[in-house]
């Protein structure tokens, strides 16, 4: 079944583990308090490190000061992501435009503003006003108010619709292609096939630019991805912590300075981990149960909306329905499959569905039967010596009913 299979991932083993060392005096001035968050580091093994951020670089790494007052650094390659504990930040307040880039990124809860010859203005209650390049945009999205599946649905289809030109929603429900040509803070200027049109900010619901024009360049080495308390997400390198704020520059060129408080997750994007929802499958199997089985999704339900768990929103992982085989050709060196797993929130509650992982022809892993609502379930499995992974997702006691099963940040580490 599997000795077509061709696709090959490039994976290699790293080792070492995190050092610790008394703290060096005090934290300089303003850049730690006694209200500063504390932040778990999840490294590539599957252990965790806490403490509040005291450095932080894409190229070096980080050090959290321990609640035993110990330093304990961890090198960007051991690292997988930073997690907020406890509270998470305040919510924005100001604004409901959402910008969309490629790759997931955007800025929620903001404004924006007017067009200048190539950039457009769109100011961050967290981050301030900033100027974006018009050729880095994917798509703007009107009055982003409203957290129904109708947005979810919106965000999706500005994203992925196919164009070669541009395209707005208008509020009535219509799409009318053709070419922009500025905003200001009262009016959109389109050009579709009939001539120049002036619509109204009001009237409008989303634009989405030709992807095939969009510049996004993936930094070169090792970045940072960061997830904001109002609901943005940015990629960026030359990353520094300096009096309490993390400064960076983002994939279109801004410099940002984000205070430590409105940090809520980072992820590292290197080659120590490869996440399963950046890729193809090497094969794919579908076993319906009665009627057609839905394909998996990547970076979303087999229904096409977020990935939720225990009442949080993931941004990568897999979406699937019982009963799916996906299978990854890997190479030596592959370490560990680490993943989150359980049913989606949205599910429902006849949702039931068994998680299964093979290594080869091998079960490495197989869970007991799991509902919406459940606790997800943390699951790292060691790789070494394996060819072929396969996730499995089993019926449970009610055939394919709801079953909308989340395989939440998939990833293999080496």
């Not at 930040?89 to 435009?97: K, L, M």
């Not at 050009?191 to 619901?205: D, F, H, I, M, N």
């Not at 912590?241 to 984000?258: D, K, P, W, Y």
Request: aromatic share 6%; hydrophobic share 35%.
């Amino acid at each position: 079944m599997l000795g077509h299979i061709l696709l090959i991932l490039g994976l290699g083993l790293t080792s070492g583990s995190p050092t610790t060392r008394p703290a060096d005096g005090p934290a300089p001035a303003g850049s730690q308090v006694p209200s500063d968050p504390v932040f778990s580091a999840l490294l590539i093994d599957g252990t965790q490190v806490s403490g509040q951020l005291r450095r932080l670089s894409e190229v070096d790494g980080l050090t959290l000061l321990t609640a035993s007052g110990l330093e304990q650094s961890v090198r960007v390659d051991r690292l997988v992501k930073l997690v907020r504990d406890g509270t998470p930040p305040p919510a924005a307040t100001e604004g409901n435009d959402l910008v969309l880039f490629p790759d997931g990124d955007r800025l929620a809860h903001c404004k924006v503003g007017a067009t200048a010859e190539f950039t457009l203005a769109v100011h961050s209650s967290t981050l301030d006003t900033l100027a974006i390049p018009l050729d880095s945009l994917l798509g703007l999205i009107f009055d982003a108010s409203s957290e129904s599946t109708s947005l979810d649905s919106l965000i999706a289809r500005v994203r992925t619709d196919p164009r070669d030109a541009e395209l707005l929603w208008l509020a009535n429900g219509d799409k009318l292609p053709g070419l922009f040509s500025g905003l200001d803070d009262q009016k959109l200027t389109f050009q579709p096939a009939t001539g120049k049109v002036e619509l109204p900010r009001r009237g409008l619901r989303a634009l989405g630019f030709d992807p095939g024009q969009v510049v996004y360049r993936r930094p070169d080495g090792p970045y940072f991805e960061l997830s904001l308390g109002d609901g943005s997400r940015l990629g960026v390198n030359r990353v520094q912590f300096e009096r309490g704020q993390v400064v960076a520059t983002t994939r279109f060129n801004s410099t940002i300075h984000l205070p430590i408080g409105q940090l809520s997750e980072l992820h590292v994007i290197n080659s120590s981990v490869a996440y399963l929802s950046d890729r193809e499958t090497s094969g794919t199997i579908y076993e319906p149960y009665i009627g057609p089985t839905r394909p998996y999704r990547r970076n979303a339900t087999v229904a096409d909306g977020p990935l939720r768990l225990g009442g949080r929103t993931y941004e990568r992982g897999l979406g699937t329905q019982s009963r799916t085989l996906l299978v990854y050709k890997l190479e030596p060196g592959s370490k560990q499959f680490q993943a989150l797993i359980g049913v989606d929130d949205r599910a429902g509650p006849l949702g039931n569905v068994v998680f299964k992982v093979q290594g080869d022809k091998k079960t490495l892993y197989t869970s007991s039967p799991m509902v919406a609502g459940e606790p997800p379930r943390a699951i790292n499995l060691d790789l070494n010596g394996v060819g072929f992974l396969i996730l499995i997702t089993e019926f449970g006691d009610r055939g394919d009913v709801q079953d909308h099963a989340d395989w939440v940040e998939a990833r293999i580490t080496r």
